[in-house]
């Protein structure tokens, strides 16, 4: 695989879990604000953010299994950085929405 189609990929990647990370900080403000709905359709919107992403990362994996080099760049070491910590904190966004509910429900 080529320097330009690494990067490229690598791109794509931090592209998909950047706007991911967006709506997530966006559905902590809906949750802050007891609008758990709308925060639960955020974290979905995010989620298909993420799959993008992790799509992008799968035909590059796809390509290095069936045996073709791949050179690997710092960039695409902070795209996986990036993609990582954002599905982290979507798992940790799903848990706070959870506890935001139930404390809502609890009163």
Do not use: C, P
């Amino acid at each position: 695989m080529e320097q330009e189609q690494i990067q490229s990929v690598a791109f794509e990647i931090i592209l998909h879990s950047g706007s991911s990370r967006t709506m997530i900080h966006e559905a902590f403000k809906m949750m802050k604000n007891n609008e758990f709905k709308d925060a639960a359709d955020k974290l979905e919107e995010a989620n298909n953010e993420l799959l993008l992403a992790h799509k992008s990362q799968t035909a590059l994996l796809q390509q290095y299994s069936s045996g073709e080099t791949i050179n690997m760049e710092i960039i695409m070491v902070h795209a996986q950085d990036h993609l990582m910590t954002t599905m982290t904190l979507k798992e940790v966004a799903s848990e706070m929405l959870y506890l935001y509910e139930k404390l809502e429900n609890d009163k």
